[in-house]
């Protein structure tokens, strides 16, 4: 079934701390998953990337993990900054690409 | 590279009025473009994609007559809210995406801000 819009969850995390964001997806065919940061009143921004032949990947700060056994894909964001506050998005590609609703991140100094 | 702009980023019109949002690629030649609807604190929602020379496919329960999309270039597709009511002001965000390139490789613009009065 397709994502639908959901009012956001949010997380609120002390500067420095370490961030988890999840996500769940909902197609178990989709083979290639995408995290987003959105900040307000922006389009979204590519953050990483991962695809279904893999289980983990890291970038600078981020690290993306997928369990396709339970359909959840993670986001870990270490030494989380204050400009890390923005709202989330996991992107699933099928046949399209679909959002996932989103997490909202706060960074308290 | 791969910049992509809308105009304008934010519009007023007056309830019953058409409005046009531009979407065009700045640096490369987007074969195809996707439209996105997002109201707030929510995610954002497939509207439809279009193919530069072809008409738009349009996702389950998105009026295509109401929403029209045109991408008669490589660099540039436009929505057109036809006949616009409250219940259309949203932010509208589109992204384009070059031939041959990964999936990942959709690059979303900054998005218009619609508020219908």
């Known amino acids: 079934g397709e994502s639908v819009g959901l009012h956001l969850p949010t997380l609120s995390v002390q500067e420095g701390d370490n961030s988890i964001i999840n996500c769940a997806y909902s197609?178990?065919?989709?083979?290639?998953f995408i995290w987003y940061k959105q900040e307000s009143g922006k389009g979204p921004q590519f953050i990483i990337d991962?695809?279904?032949?893999?289980d983990k990947r890291q970038g600078q700060r981020v690290t993306v993990l997928l369990n396709k056994t339970v359909k959840h894909l993670s986001l870990q964001i270490a030494a989380t900054q204050p400009g890390d506050s923005a709202v989330y998005f996991c992107?699933?590609?099928?046949?399209?690409?679909?959002f996932g609703a989103g997490t909202r991140l706060t960074v308290k100094p | 590279g791969a910049v992509v702009s809308q105009h304008p980023s934010w519009v007023i019109c007056k309830s019953g009025t058409s409005v046009k949002i531009e979407c065009r690629s700045l640096?490369?030649?987007?074969?195809?473009m996707f439209w996105y609807r997002q109201f707030p604190k929510q995610s954002l929602m497939l509207m439809a994609t279009?193919?530069?020379?072809?008409?738009?496919?349009?996702e389950q329960g998105v009026e295509k007559d109401k929403f029209l999309i045109n991408h008669a270039s490589l660099t540039l597709s436009t929505l057109t809210v036809t006949s616009a009511h409250p219940e259309d002001s949203s932010f509208y965000i589109c992204?384009?995406?070059?031939?041959?390139?990964?999936?990942?490789?959709?690059?979303f613009g900054p998005g218009t801000r619609l508020t219908v009065t």
């Open positions: 279009s193919n530069e020379g072809s008409k738009a496919t349009y």
């Open positions: 640096d490369f030649q987007a074969t195809t």
């Open positions: 992204s384009a995406a070059e031939a041959g390139k990964g999936k990942g490789e959709q690059y």
């Open positions: 991962i695809r279904s032949n893999m």
């Open positions: 992107a699933e590609w099928g046949n399209d690409m679909r």
């Open positions: 197609n178990s065919a989709s083979d290639y």
